[in-house]
């Protein structure tokens, strides 16, 4: 089969085209047919060799995708060849086929191509276990967005306009402020020209965010706590403004803060089982009824996966960047 090889770590060049042989299911598993795959900056990371739990070399990247089912292991139940899924998987989704556990496959919402499908499992199990699952937003309460026109940003802004709550988004150009607007955003905030801090508690009359979702990490960890309302939660997502930070702890317990620091790649497959149904329960029929969908900035094709890194890493884009495995993707 055709697939996308990391055989060292460094820029989008080392990512090699490849023949591997076809896998086969476990015990567990099936085997997907892919047509589209995601990118996430878990990739780049990987790619980079800066990711936490980084995977031997070489591997083949890629953490969620949209297929056919093809073959089936054993102790599978519920699921049948030609279902049309999509799924997380622990990598290999740049490739034409990828084994994956049964119990994180998503069926394919009726009238989503591939495509689109494929920018689904990472954003939705992602906003489901931080914002629904563990900092339990609910319906009245703010939210701060970081990076509201990423892929994650510009789901968890729909998602959380849905379920009823204010929602805050920052983005760094007009364009990418009007769209967190369109997506269901109460106030965009140029994070270039603006202070986000002022302006979520000048739009809270001073309460502040009740939930923050970020993707910084140190660079905003302290202008998150002075956004953050009494008994406020932060989830901490990315680390993309750096890692290490001195804080004093008294500024948490001033606030009473949450502040929770989590991964969804390096979780349990008994844990990512579990997140699976709460997305299947709270998010998919916001996406059966069309409330919700991803964003998807541009397609390339597999082959091109180095140009895809490289525009993900230029900071244009807006929400997914998804590879095409196959020429019916978009069916």
């Known amino acids: 089969m055709r697939a996308v090889l990391l055989t060292r770590t460094g820029a989008p060049e080392v990512l090699e085209q490849a023949?591997?042989?076809?896998?086969?299911?476990?015990?567990?598993?099936?085997?997907?047919?892919?047509?589209?795959?995601?990118?996430n900056y878990a990739d780049l990371m990987q790619r980079q060799g800066i990711y936490t739990k980084a995977a031997s070399l070489p591997t083949v990247p890629g953490i969620e995708c949209a297929g056919t089912i093809i073959d089936i292991g054993r102790e599978v139940d519920?699921?049948?060849i030609g279902d049309r899924v999509c799924t997380l998987v622990s990598g290999g989704g740049y490739a034409e086929y990828v084994t994956v556990r049964a119990d994180q496959l998503m069926p394919v919402p009726e009238g989503l191509d591939f495509i689109t499908a494929a920018a689904l499992p990472e954003a939705a199990c992602t906003v489901w276990s931080n914002l629904?699952?563990?900092?339990?937003?609910?319906?009245?309460?703010?939210?701060?967005?970081?990076?509201?026109?990423?892929?994650?940003?510009?789901?968890?802004?729909q998602v959380a306009a849905a379920r009823g709550s204010t929602v805050f988004a920052t983005a760094?150009?007009?364009?990418?402020?009007?769209?967190?607007?369109?997506?269901?955003?109460?106030r965009a905030?140029?994070?270039?020209?603006?202070?986000?801090?002022?302006?979520?508690?000048?739009?809270?009359?001073?309460?502040?965010?009740?939930?923050?979702l970020d993707n910084m990490g140190a660079s905003y960890l302290r202008r998150n706590l002075d956004a953050l309302a009494v008994d406020g939660r932060?989830?901490?997502?990315?680390?993309?403004?750096?890692?290490?930070?001195?804080?004093?702890?008294?500024?948490?317990?001033?606030?009473?803060?949450?502040?929770?620091?989590?991964?969804?790649?390096d979780r349990p497959t008994r844990e990512k089982a579990r997140i699976v149904q709460g997305v299947l329960r709270d998010i998919w029929p916001l996406i059966a009824s069309g409330t919700v969908r991803p964003v998807i900035d541009r397609t390339f094709a597999l082959g091109e996966a180095a140009h895809a890194h490289r525009h993900m890493e230029s900071g244009r884009h807006t929400g997914k960047i998804v590879l095409t495995v196959r020429e019916n993707s978009n069916s």
């Open 78 to 80: 519920g699921w049948r």
């Open 189 to 212: 905030i140029s994070y270039r020209e603006e202070d986000f801090v002022t302006v979520v508690q000048e739009a809270t009359n001073g309460h502040g965010a009740d939930v923050i």
């Open 19 to 39: 023949e591997l042989p076809k896998p086969k299911p476990g015990l567990g598993e099936v085997v997907i047919a892919v047509e589209a795959a995601a990118l």
């Open 132 to 157: 629904i699952d563990i900092c339990r937003l609910d319906s009245g309460e703010s939210l701060l967005i970081h990076g509201g026109a990423g892929g994650i940003g510009s789901f968890a802004i």
């Open 234 to 265: 932060l989830a901490m997502i990315g680390l993309q403004g750096g890692k290490d930070v001195e804080l004093s702890l008294g500024e948490l317990f001033a606030k009473r803060a949450s502040l929770f620091t989590t991964s969804l790649r």
């Open 172 to 186: 760094g150009s007009h364009a990418k402020l009007s769209l967190c607007e369109e997506l269901g955003a109460s």
